[in-house]
């Protein structure tokens, strides 16, 4: 059986785990795909991450991704650092570096199995502060210093690519030889706060291509870990498994230990259970309904017809979801302007799903409203070596789905 094979039914723990460890964060950006802001009053104890901890020891997951919110403003952060690391389980973690000063950066640099990922949306204050915040820039680049000054081995700098930002790509990565650091490009997704801005900071058509140059010229050396997969329809099919993990290598545990399928699709819909229930993690990766149905053969749906389907599969689940598109039709952002079509051609009176998540702190306390069921069909995407294939990842062949089980 080939690598691939393996990958698309599912393998006995995920390669690629994304942790959410708290929704409180110091900054509001406004594409934040978790709506965070408050820390929700349900997140897991330190002794339930712990736990948590322990299982993914058992099932060699070798390294998590932390984010949040912010994760270095949750009291417990360094200590769960440290006990993820003792258990052999790495940790690359998300930051917007408030917490990163001198001495916590010399702490990283003495630390094995640690990564360390800057955002940065802007290589220019006036761009960065508009999606971030005021402060945000000047907080990004002393963090860089600081790190650049204690000697960690090559921080990556994590960019949400918008339509304000695609011409400074030389500029990010100046940015980044500058500090030592490797440049990672991620896409912008329709989910969270981010379905508020999709229309003002997705990238315009021109701008797709743009990009998709840009790498192809000079991209060896970027990271892009999630949905740039559909720019390979410009040309040849680029490097990599064309094959999504959502459910089949990758996941998302969020703060209160909601396992969700994807980490760009926040949504009943895609929640497969939660960590307190019984079993726990290793029962719901290897047992739940929804990710057994995702490791099932996929069919392209509509998009099989096209000329460059080998290449793009299909384009990202979570846009298309967030957009109120069908999941076997196009990605929103098809550089072939079929999904351009597929926006137009929506009935007007269609609700666009969006996340009932949300800890904004302009929002009421986060609760759950219910929902009709929606059916799914899910765009899948290619799982990568940590998460950091280069140049080009994303989005592949669909799925129908049932929806996920209500929030345990």
Known sequence: MKLVDHFQYGLNSPICLTWELTYACNLACVHCLSSSGRRDPNELSTAEAKSVIDELQRMQVFYINIGGGEPTVRPDFWELLDYSIDHNVGVKF???????????????????????????????????????GPGSY??????????????????????????????????????????????????????????????????????????????VAKGDQVLTGDSFFHLSAFGEALPGLNLCGAGRVVCLIDPVGDVYACPFAIHENFLAGNLRSPGGFQEIWEHSELFTELRQPQTGGACASCMHYDSCQGGCMAAKFFTGLPLDGPDPECVRGFGEQALAARDADLSVPKSDVNHSRSAPRNSRTPK?????????????????????VDSGADTRLSPAAARA
């Not at 630390?111 to 204050?125: P, R």
């Not at 990004?140 to 210093?145: D, F, G, N, T, V």
């Not at 000697?151 to 100046?174: A, H, W, Y």
């Not at 379905?195 to 743009?210: G, I, M, R, T, Y």
Request: aromatic share 6%; proline share 5%; hydrophobic share 35%.
């Open 94 to 132: 998300s930051t917007n570096g408030v917490k990163l000063d001198k001495k916590r950066s010399e702490q990283l640099a003495r630390t094995d199995y640690v990564d360390v990922q800057i955002s940065l949306d802007g290589a220019t204050a006036a761009v960065n502060d508009h999606v971030r």
């Open 138 to 215: 000047d907080m990004a680049i002393r963090a860089l210093e600081n790190l650049a000054e204690a000697g960690f081995g090559q921080p990556k700098i994590s960019v949400v690519m918008t339509r304000q930002n695609v011409d400074q790509l030389d500029e990010f990565k100046s940015i980044a030889d500058k500090y030592n650091a490797q440049l990672r490009i991620t896409r912008l997704r329709p989910s969270g706060r981010g379905a508020d801005v999709w229309d003002e900071l997705h990238p315009l058509p021109s701008q797709q291509k743009q990009m998709y140059d840009w790498l």
């Open 372 to 392: 009709a069921p929606v059916m799914l069909q899910i765009g899948m995407g290619r799982p990568d070596k940590a998460c950091e294939t280069s140049p080009l």
